[in-house]
């Protein structure tokens, strides 16, 4: 995974591009345990008191990653990663609602992996707020995807309630 | 009918928008192919043999007359003249340009209409009964449940990259199902329960393709109010389990069938306690909303069974014979719900031309209050049709080639477009079709035989639902060749436990073949069966053995071989 990239970060709701100084950590011998490390999950969980020792360090989810296992972690993690190794693999959707919903999880929640410009408003919508575009795409030219829809059909993340519990249903 | 909001509009015209923006991206090279495929899917956009076909979804089956001409107009001005009503409530052009969709979509959504989630790995249009609201039996009118379903799954955020396409029926009838419910991913038996509330039996795991299965019962007495929420529950079940490994393998009913019906619908239950009575929860103010567009229209105040009526089927014969097969009962007094056939010799089953779109559209402004519904068998119904005025609605079908008598009988085929148009196809199903027609045209020999369903795919992918036929033909590839593979018994029941799969009765035929074997089986059939007896009833009745060994009198090896 790519280190120092540019990515699109919601600040205060509105999308914008940041310098990103995480670095994506695929297995323990990248890991010196120093600060700044996204960790795979199962690293994580194989070095618990190294991970809580480590300072600012984050936790990345395979799509087949039950989150419910990251839940111990929060109080210790900045970052969470949800990977998706191909866009249409939409596994990560769920987790990540599983991750802002039964789970709780406030912190920054980011979308890795093959993470492209048409899936950013449903990524948002289940609770995404960083978003780091696959390597070769732009992320300014990506931001008009936030605009595509003024409203929704349904609640989930963002917005929780369903239209006919907001008002937005012109009769 | 459901009437778009200011809200619906614009939801459906940014998504044109979006869809516009998405082919020019592509155009320009900074979408690729893959990127784009399972957007255009699911804009209903397929790359077919030909030319990009596009889907259009027709929700629940009901259409208005100036969508008919609309459809009309875009079959002219962007195809080759004629739709294809598929059997899943859509309608299919054949010949787009994929760089005239967005424009097709325009024209589409100027009389609220689209092709969302047509296709692709997410939650497809959603099916129904065609005689919703006026069907004498039915135990409440579907169609504000499916409306709010559909509003519910349109552009879920969480579920649209499925691990496999999901459909959805509902029906709402429990002597009759006329949505095929049992055999889609989820369906939702409406009912009354003792204290006339509406709740849903929910039928999970069903579905075609190469592994026919009928679905079970994963819930039962559900209230409508937790339609979305349990489908939520039940959607990120499937979304976080179902294989991704295997598209053959990653329709939800491997998932029923690997984890157990009962450890799903636990599964299923332990999600659902977590959403119950929260905020996706529907309420009685927006089924009430949704309800008001499906008001009774404005009825008469007419005579049941006019003394006109009766003397008009005493009289004429042909008006008669019409009568007793496409029309049916209603529940209100002196209208009547009539079934135009689209089936006929020369015509691909489900096939209707620009001029026969328009037709419709007048037929349903002068006798059904400018609505008409599609249904699954690829026929088209007039629902609230007064019945005195059945012999000129009659009269004015005749010339139109859509008064054919032959609704639920062998030449009302079910059949997908086939190898003449679907990149997937093995082998050609229309031109079966049409031999069928051309050998079985006499009206009365078939009003004889009675009520038999035949349907034609031309894969296993069953477009043409031929595990459900009395009678299915399927075109299979041998060796580069066009075969047809025959099953027999297959139903569409009430519900699941009177739901079956046909079974192959043995080795595949040549297409020159298929017309004599149908013969042989109907002539079985007739030698066998007791004086009113139906097809599926003497088939369920003698078993399998007479119409094999009538079908293969000498090849018993070639039949072990297929066993």
């Known amino acids: 995974m790519h280190d120092g990239a540019r990515l699109i970060r919601l600040m205060d709701g509105v999308p914008r591009i940041v310098q990103d100084d995480w670095r994506m950590i695929d297995s323990a011998a990248d890991w010196d345990g120093s600060p700044g490390a996204v960790l795979p999950l199962e690293l994580a969980l194989a070095q618990t008191e190294r991970v809580r020792a480590a300072g600012r360090t984050g936790i990345w989810l395979a799509p087949a990653d039950d989150p419910a ?21 939409g596994r990560g959707y769920s987790t990540a609602v599983l991750l802002r919903t039964r789970h709780g999880w406030r912190g920054e929640l980011r979308a890795l992996g093959e993470v492209l410009q048409d899936q950013l408003y449903a990524l948002r919508r289940v609770g995404f707020d960083s978003f780091a575009l696959r390597a070769d795409r732009d992320p300014v030219a990506a931001l008009q995807a936030f605009a595509t829809f003024s409203d929704v059909y349904q609640g989930s993340v963002e917005p ?12 | 009918m459901y009437r778009y909001t200011d809200f619906d509009q614009r939801m459906v015209n940014e998504r044109v928008a979006q869809f516009r923006d998405q082919v020019a991206r592509w155009k320009s090279g900074a979408l690729s192919d893959d990127e ?30 100036q969508q008919l001409r609309a459809l009309a ?3 002219r001005t962007w195809d080759r003249g004629y739709g294809h009503f598929s059997t899943r409530q859509n309608i299919q052009f054949n010949w787009m340009k994929i760089e005239e969709v967005p424009d097709v979509l325009d024209a589409l959504a100027a009389v609220q209409m689209h092709a969302i989630q047509t296709s692709g790995n997410c939650v497809r249009n959603i099916t129904s009964d065609p005689f919703a609201g006026v069907a004498p039996d039915e135990a409440v009118d579907p169609r504000p449940y499916c409306e709010l379903m559909r509003q519910w799954s349109t552009f879920h955020p969480e579920f649209s990259f499925l691990p ?31 204290s006339g509330a509406v709740v849903a039996d929910v039928v999970a795991g069903g579905g075609m393709g190469r592994t026919p299965v009928v679905g079970s019962i994963v819930r039962t007495g559900l209230a409508w109010r937790h339609l979305p929420t349990y489908t939520e529950a039940l959607l990120r079940v499937y979304n976080r389990y179902g294989r991704r490994d295997n598209m053959y393998k990653a329709r939800i009913k491997i998932l029923v069938r690997a984890l157990g019906v009962s450890a799903f619908a636990a599964e299923v239950d332990e999600e659902f306690a977590f959403l119950e009575n929260g905020p996706g929860t529907a309420t009685d103010a927006e089924l009430a909303r949704i309800g008001a567009d499906f008001a009774p229209p404005p009825y008469r105040i007419l005579e049941a069974e006019p003394a006109v009526l009766k003397e008009q089927i005493a009289t004429d014969p042909g008006f008669a014979r019409w009568y007793g097969r496409t029309v049916r009962k209603h529940r209100v007094a002196g209208y009547a719900a009539v079934t135009l056939s689209l089936k006929r010799s020369g015509i691909a089953p489900g096939d209707a031309s620009a001029a026969t779109l328009d037709a419709l559209a007048q037929l349903a402004e002068r006798f059904s209050f400018g609505e008409l519904r599609v249904t699954h068998e690829q026929n088209v119904v007039l629902a609230d049709v007064a019945e005195h005025e059945l012999y000129d609605l009659w009269t004015a079908a005749r010339p139109l080639g859509l008064a054919t008598p032959n609704l639920g009988l062998l030449t009302d085929m079910i059949c997908c477009p086939g190898g003449d148009f679907c990149a997937l196809a093995n082998a050609k199903s229309i031109p079966i079709a049409q031999a069928i027609q051309d050998r079985f045209d006499d009206l009365d020999y078939l009003h004889d035989l009675g009520e038999i369903s035949l349907n034609i795919s031309g894969c296993i992918n069953s477009c043409g639902h031929h595990h459900v036929g009395n009678i299915g033909i399927l075109g299979v590839d041998k060796q580069g060749a066009e075969f047809y593979q025959v099953t027999l018994g297959g139903v569409i029941g009430p519900d699941p436990a009177r739901t079956a799969i046909g079974g192959v009765i043995g080795r595949a035929f040549a297409a020159a073949e298929v017309p004599a074997v149908v013969a042989t089986i109907l002539d079985i059939y007739v030698a066998l069966r007791d004086p009113g007896e139906r097809f599926i009833d003497t088939l369920s009745r003698v078993g399998l053995a007479p119409f094999k060994s009538a079908v293969y009198p000498i ?9």
Do not use: W
């Open chain 1, 160 to 171: 929780p309630l369903p239209p006919f519990r907001r008002g937005s249903v012109a009769a």
């Open chain 2, 36 to 65: 784009l495929r399972p957007l255009r899917l699911q804009n209903g956009l397929y790359v077919q043999r030909h030319a990009p076909m596009l889907r259009v979804a027709i929700p629940y089956g009901l259409l208005a007359s």
């Open chain 2, 555 to 563: 090849d018993q090896p070639a039949e072990l071989e297929n066993a």
């Open chain 2, 164 to 194: 496999r396409k999901f459909k959805v029926a509902f029906s709402a009838c429990a002597t009759e199902d006329r949505a095929a419910t049992a055999m889609h991913d989820l369906g939702f038996y409406l009912r009354r329960d003792a």
């Open chain 1, 69 to 89: 296992r990251a839940a111990g972690f929060f109080g210790s993690i900045a970052l969470i990663g949800v990977h998706f190794p191909k866009f249409t693999d």
């Open chain 2, 73 to 75: 107009r875009i079959a």
